[in-house]
């Protein structure tokens, strides 16, 4: 044997190599061309078997008679590990709260004949392509028609990649005002966007100064960077400029080691308020160096439902979060019928307060309840088709008077637009008050006033 | 002399007729999982895993240098990929070969000072590790926080966003088939022996006349061009652009991954990959809920028991198994 | 963003001296660790982050101020050094630098993700302190704790000094960083040494985090914050000993509020690395180091 052998045997090795791959990519590629709706086909008759609905197609003998629904499948996928596992979890003991509620309560979905409903988790994990492979899972395993995620505005995306693909109603937790501007047909968010957050500090800080007679002439944006952050921060901008208050904007990582520099722009700038966007780790870091630094502007506001007004940075900040407020896409001491019977049930159930990952499930669920029942009125041969429940969510116009998820919902109000956004979204506010999270806007509790300015503030002395 | 030469051919033999199997297992695998979505896109994760650690062991297992940073070599041929497809319409086929360029280029920038001579091996493990945040923080305030979504674009074969999973599978098993061949090829040439030898004994390399900073940079612009190109695979497959790809962790277990296979051992790297990100897809699910973090302090046991007791890793396994198999 | 104001500028100047000289004693343990003993330890910043938490469980269980928890936990810390000394660090001794850092980084995975499962994600802080009130001087107000935190990191780090300088022990733990063999030759206990030291170095990470507790908080991911860190401080001290450290910690404690200042806060990352960068590139053996 010679080095040109040698040489010869290696070529020819890797000619083969590259055309086996090459000759099976081919392969594969035919094989799709021809049986385009393979797996759709495959989950399908597993429905079918499984439950007894239909799916995504409309057979003429459906139209005819429409099989009896016994059981609909509502599809949750929420980070139930890892860094945000914490929201993942309590969204989880939200749904199955709601889901009992809905089942054994209301009686489940009436226009279907009572028809049930059934919970099937997966967890989104911390990256998009682990949402996706949870997604890819459900929708593998029991593709069902509606799905509730994922939380984290990426992961969020990552999901509906694949409900727009499979032509899957998404209900989105994830707030990021980008979401719902991708032209996605099938997606909905019945919680205020983000930059709805930022709006809301804003407008409630307006709005106490008037009432007590204050005027805020300069104000400070501070914010974590994530996209999240950076969203609820444009949101407060431009509710300042619409309000023609002089602003300064500072973005900083959430996991700084210290906010002296940051704190010390702050007191260089001398804002009558500030408008802080935390995640909990800065959250707490911010407010401890702002007290010690003796910094007391007329009144400092948290935007975007993070940190501040959380009992674990309560726990952790202590008496220098006193005062902080932040914004909330639930609201749980609205006084509605209820809303007063789910937080109780909640509490009893889980034994704590829910906070907003779990309210936002609330309400969200209790929309795909309307949505069914709407779907059961409007197309009573097919309201599982995803056009047909597209139809019956745009349809909604939800009111405290004639709907749950309204009663749950912060503003009462639920009417969705084209892009999947509800139209009539708003936020509430808590306020510490004596190392006590309450809720101070837009209706307080019974017996509670929003504390404002901040007491420490030298302006305040009358 | 006749006897040597068989020996070696019938070494390179076998491996080659290795690395054909393993294109035809490579090749059936989404057949046997009935193109179920998810386990293809599954798979489709594990391929990407191991492509990533198979070019790391090119710059970790036979240049013996600790990288962390594949994750920004590898985000960096995704986002120049992403962003030329997203913003100027640029196919991926071109992009993702733009993107591998780029990344050898910060790579050398990186290579360039710490592999002087003298210089500890650990100022590179850091700056790397370093440099993924550097690249981060770049990418952040280019593109500040936003995220961008690569659009569905037709046709597909030229954009490369086909909604199923096979295609993307397929070009990653693709890679992985030619990064291993890469591996092979630089073990058998003069670059391979050369960086054994600086591995061996960098003074005596150095000494012999071996440059030991030209070969070590070799090693390391392959290793970035290929993990680009990964990059530039694995942004067409998720199509989320963001500064969270110059993920910092990834970096960390690749070299985990890489340093559990065995140093410098192609089918240990390749079999620690697909093992322990099966295994982690499988704990996360099976425990990941009650105990948060525990598919991570797993890898961290098994890396310090690798460490302290094993060092050769699954590779010596793997030599075990084969004696057994030839002397059979 | 344009133009800065003086009198911000000087305050953050002041604020970067401080967290400097924090960041000095963050750095301090590693480096000797890294410089007597060769040991590349990738988990020096989760030590800080353990030290963290159990200054958080000990300052709210017995309601004790978080800063004096250090009385405590720095002979916990100290013994927790040999036993990982014993357990782990020996087996690598003169092992490839690979495998060290290896080794090192699977200790950081278990620390940080054993943190996680104990203590979850979310940060956990001591709500209380002796450290409340600012010290305004003209224009320039000092948080109390920052300047406690500045001024004990400083006494730290002089003890430390003397320790190596002056004491018996000091010389020998110089002996065995300069030759181990010549060390072992003299009749100094090397393993002994690298023990003690590495004990040491851990326990001044306990000290660090507790002077940290008083103004910030405790989660899995501090680690990340203070490791990387800390070897760009000890590359750039070079061997210098304690005063390279010193000098190290407080550039970049500066450059750090220099970068907040002039560009934001985003930027302190890029800052702090790039610095590393450059000075791995222009001095590779430190801006301070002797050899």
Redesign the interface.
Same mark, same amino acid.
Request: no cysteine; hydrophobic share 50%.
């Given at each position: 044997m010679s080095l040109l052998t040698e040489a010869q045997t290696k070529t020819t090795a890797i000619i083969i190599v590259a055309i086996v791959i090459i000759a099976i990519i081919a392969g594969a590629a035919y094989y799709l061309s021809q049986k385009p709706a393979q797996t759709v086909t495959v989950t399908q008759t597993q429905t079918v078997t499984q439950t007894a609905s239909p799916t995504t197609t409309t057979s003429p003998t459906q139209t005819v008679t429409p099989p009896k629904i016994k059981e609909i499948k509502i599809g949750l996928i929420e980070p139930l590990t890892g860094a945000h596992a914490v929201f993942g979890q309590e969204a989880k003991q939200a749904a199955e709260l709601i889901i009992d509620v809905i089942n054994n309560e209301l009686g489940g979905i009436k226009n279907l004949g009572g028809a049930k409903l059934k919970l099937v988790v997966a967890d989104a994990g911390e990256t998009p392509e682990q949402a996706k492979l949870a997604a890819e899972k459900l929708v593998a395993q029991e593709h069902p028609p509606i799905i509730l995620g994922a939380y984290i505005s990426r992961m969020t995306a990552a999901v509906a990649e694949v409900t727009e693909r499979e032509k899957i109603i998404l209900v989105m937790d994830g707030l990021v005002d980008s979401l719902t501007e991708q032209g996605w047909k099938y997606v909905f968010r019945a919680a205020p966007k983000a930059s709805a957050h930022g709006k809301s500090a804003v407008d409630f800080v307006v709005e106490m100064a008037k009432k007590k007679n204050l005027t805020i002439k300069k104000a400070a944006v501070i914010h974590e960077d994530s996209i999240f952050g950076t969203y609820v921060a444009q949101g407060a901008i431009k509710e300042l400029v619409k309000y023609g208050i002089d602003y300064m904007a500072e973005a900083y990582p959430y996991d700084i080691s210290d906010a002296t520099p940051i704190v010390s722009k702050l007191m260089d700038y001398n804002p009558d308020v500030v408008i802080s966007v935390p995640y909990f780790h800065d959250g707490v870091l911010i407010a401890k160096t702002i007290k010690e630094m003796g910094f007391h502007p007329m009144f400092i506001a948290g935007a975007g439902a993070c940190g501040y007004t959380d009992p674990d940075s309560i726990k952790a900040a202590g008496e220098a979060v006193e005062w902080y407020t932040n914004t909330y896409s639930y609201n749980p001491a609205r006084p509605t019928e209820w809303n007063k019977k789910i937080v109780k049930m909640f509490e009893e159930r889980y034994g704590k307060l829910p906070t907003e990952a779990a309210g936002i499930i609330f309400y969200s669920l209790m929309v795909v309840k309307e949505a069914l029942e709407k779907a059961a009125e409007l197309h009573p041969e097919d309201p599982l088709n995803p056009d047909n429940l597209r139809e019956a969510f745009l349809s909604l116009d939800l009111t405290d008077n004639n709907s749950i998820a309204a009663q749950l919902y912060p503003t009462g109000h639920i009417k969705f637009a084209p892009n999947g956004d509800n139209i009539y979204a708003g936020t509430a506010i808590l306020q510490v008050i004596n190392g006590e999270p309450h809720v101070v806007w837009p209706d307080p509790e019974p017996g509670i006033q929003p504390v404002f300015p901040r007491p420490d503030w030298p302006g305040a002395k009358g | 002399m006749p006897g040597t030469l068989s020996k070696k051919l019938a070494l390179t033999k076998e491996r080659l007729y290795s690395l054909v199997g393993l294109a035809i297992v490579l090749a059936l695998v989404p057949v046997f999982l009935g193109f179920n979505f998810y386990y293809v896109l599954l798979a489709t994760n594990v391929m990407l895993a191991a492509s990533l650690v198979a070019a790391w062991n090119i710059i970790g297992g036979y240049a013996g240098q600790l990288d962390l940073a594949a994750s920004a070599y590898m985000a960096l041929g995704a986002v120049i990929t992403g962003h030329l497809l997203a913003s100027f319409g640029l196919t991926p086929w071109i992009g993702m070969f733009i993107g591998a360029a780029v990344a050898v280029g910060v790579a050398v920038l990186v290579g360039y000072p710490t592999f002087r001579f003298g210089i500890k091996e650990v100022w590179y493990a850091l700056l790397t590790s370093a440099l993924v945040v550097i690249m981060m923080r770049i990418y952040y305030l280019i593109y500040g926080s936003f995220e961008t979504y690569i659009p569905h674009m037709e046709p597909e074969w030229l954009y490369l966003t086909f909604r199923r999973y096979e295609v993307y599978y397929y070009m990653l098993a693709t890679m992985l088939v030619i990064i291993i061949w890469v591996n092979l090829k630089i073990k058998d040439s003069k670059l391979g022996y050369y960086l054994a030898a600086i591995r061996e004994d960098e003074l005596a390399a150095e000494a012999l006349g071996i440059d030991v900073r030209r070969y070590k940079l070799y090693a390391l612009m392959i290793y970035a061009a290929l993990a680009g190109l990964v990059g530039g695979i694995y942004i067409t497959l998720t199509g989320i652009l963001s500064f969270r790809l110059f993920d910092p962790w990834l970096g960390i277990v690749t070299a985990v991954m890489g340093i559990v296979g065995g140093l410098g051992s192609i089918g240990g790297a390749v079999l620690a990959a697909v093992i322990l990100r099966s295994l982690e897809e499988y704990l996360r699910g099976a425990i990941g809920a009650t105990y948060p973090g525990s598919h991570l302090l797993v890898y961290g046991l098994i890396l310090i028991l690798v460490g302290v007791l094993k060092p050769e890793g699954l590779a010596s396994l793997l030599d075990y198994l084969k004696k057994k198999i030839i002397r059979r | 963003m344009i133009s800065i104001?003086p009198?911000?500028l000087a305050?953050?100047l002041v604020?970067?001296v401080f967290?400097g000289l924090l960041y000095s004693l963050v750095a301090l343990g590693l480096a000797l660790i890294?410089g007597v003993m060769d040991i590349?330890n990738?988990a020096h910043g989760d030590f800080v982050m353990v030290g963290a938490y159990l200054t958080y469980v000990l300052a709210t269980t017995f309601l004790i101020e978080p800063s004096l928890t250090a009385f405590i936990t720095m002979p916990i810390f100290f013994l927790l050094g040999i036993v990982i000394y014993k357990l782990?660090i020996e087996?690598?001794l003169g092992?490839? %630098?690979?495998?060290?850092? *290896?080794?090192t980084?699977?200790?950081?995975?278990?620390l940080?993700?054993?943190a996680?499962?104990i203590f979850?994600?979310? %940060?956990?802080?001591? %709500?209380?302190t002796i450290?409340?009130?600012?010290i305004?001087l003209g224009p320039i107000?000092i948080?109390?704790? @920052?300047l406690a935190a500045g001024i004990v990191s400083l006494v730290a780090l002089g003890l430390v000094h003397l320790l190596l300088t002056r004491t018996k022990w000091g010389i020998a733990v110089r002996a065995t960083a300069d030759d181990r063999e010549v060390a072992e030759l003299m009749g100094i206990n090397v393993k002994k040494v690298y023990a003690v030291t590495f004990g040491l170095g851990t326990a001044l990470t306990a000290l660090a985090a507790a002077l940290i507790m008083t103004?910030?908080?405790a989660? %899995? $991911?501090l680690g990340?914050? $203070?490791g990387?860190?800390s070897?760009?401080i000890v *590359?750039m001290g070079g061997l210098g000993g304690v005063v390279g450290v010193l000098f190290s910690g407080l550039i970049i404690g500066i450059i750090? *509020?220099l970068g907040?200042?002039i560009v934001?806060?985003?930027? @302190?990352?890029?800052f702090i $690395?790039?610095t590393?960068?450059f000075v791995?590139?222009f001095r590779?053996r430190g801006l301070f180091g002797r050899r």
């Open positions: - | - | 104001d009198s911000l305050q953050n604020n970067g967290t890294f590349i990738f782990i087996k690598v092992a490839e %630098p690979l495998i060290q850092i *290896a080794v980084v699977g200790l950081l995975m278990v940080r993700n054993l996680l499962m979850h994600a979310e %940060p956990k802080g001591v %709500p209380f450290f409340t009130q600012p305004v107000t948080a109390s704790s @920052r103004f910030s908080r989660d %899995p $991911y990340l914050l $203070y990387l860190l070897w760009v *590359a750090e *509020a907040i200042t934001g806060a985003g930027a @302190r990352e890029l $690395y790039l590393f960068f791995l590139w590779p």
